[in-house]
DNA sequence: AGCTTAATATCGGGG
DNA sequence: CCCCGATGTTAAGCT
């Protein structure tokens, strides 16, 4: 395999070569994987030990140290972007993975079994369809996804008493907050809203009506609106 | 290196190899990491595409599937645990990743650099400091870090508004309801407090305060809290 | 720098 | 299964 190719890898390698290959990889920009058997120390917000054990460490070249285990989409540790990398060999001669911040991550290398430098290049960049951003579009497209009649729609209105998703008014000319989730509504954005027209009232002395738009609610999420009177708008985020 | 060795590793596989060595993997259980030119495909809560570029694949035995780029914390796509994964080759000739449950995420593989199987074991347990929850036990093994006369405490006490963190009386004997947070307190935490006084009032007619506990506090939030009548008490979710 | 809000949030516990 | 709340939440946008 030529010297310069994108992905080098060496199996089993001696702590020595694993450290100075991955002391070389962060000073050129390389992302890193690493299969180990390693126990880890994180000592910042919180702190955490686990023991010995089988996983792979990631290192990428804007200093975010990932240790992954066999389960869940969570890494067992991490290290967030910004931290310094090194590596260095213990005294016992296992390879030490050190991500240095305002926070503290040490990942003690027992064995080594890979060690993989990735020369890599992204330029692409993610499309995401199907965020609140989003649905909030739609609306201010067509106020009667809301309601017909519903206009004057104002985004991100800011109040006193928070910011305001979409506001405008009904047919009747009365003021309407909406407030937009991506998610099935819950209680806490029932009482957001609720609270919404709570201070509005209270500021403005006016009436106001409150619409919650989100893909689905539930039965009795449905009841609970319908005891603070607050609508509810049935709005599929991928729906467009 | 031996059949049986914990990790393998192969360079630059034809995609019909890569394939089938995912597919055999995927069975035994193993952590496969693959180094790969991919563009991503998912479906599911939402959507997203991002074009080709150099990314990490990890698949783990529980069905949890992760797309790393060369920056931050979270994977670029990912697939929930849970998955059936599978690996075939498209009319191109490319490896195709795919994980299906309720969701649908596809990694098209134009170019695979290597692909490694992890025969893993990780038996050992996480252990955390500084969680909310351990402020909480501190709180109940010793009430006077709230206050002094701080008595007859009852954890996570349900009322009719919601779980209360702890609940006891104070030495006058008024009730004394504490909300916990192992971060700054912000004007959430303020409102969620002030809420529970509120509703502790009204149905039971009977004086109560409210405290906040949390690492720290802003000058903002501090008058906040004042102008509520509320009280704070500072506690660091590391100290003990 | 601080604050606010969204996220394919994830994850664990309780009813 | 749904609901609720914590997370070392992370990340992006705005003041």
Redesign the interface.
Known sequence: ?SVDA??S?V?SPESIVAANKIINAVSRGD?I?I?ASC?VLYEG????????????V?I???G?V?V??????Q????Q??GSDVKAEIDGDGNLLIIGVDSEYLEVNCYAV??V?L?D????????????EAEMHERILDDPQLVESGFHDLEHEKKFPFGRVDVFGYDSDGVPVIVEVK??SANRDHVHQLY?YLKEYKERYSEDVRGVLVAPDCTDFIAEVLNAYDLGFVPLD??DS
Chains 1, 2 share one sequence.
């Open positions: 395999m994108k992905v890898t199996e992302i994987t299969h126990s917000r919180a702190e955490s030990t686990i023991a010995e054990g089988d996983r792979v990631m990428k070249p804007d975010t990932l992954h285990g066999d389960e869940g989409y890494p067992i540790n991490w967030a972007s079994y890979t993989t990735f890599n290049t992204d330029k692409a960049e993610l499309h995401v369809r199907g965020t991506r998610r609270t985020p991928l």
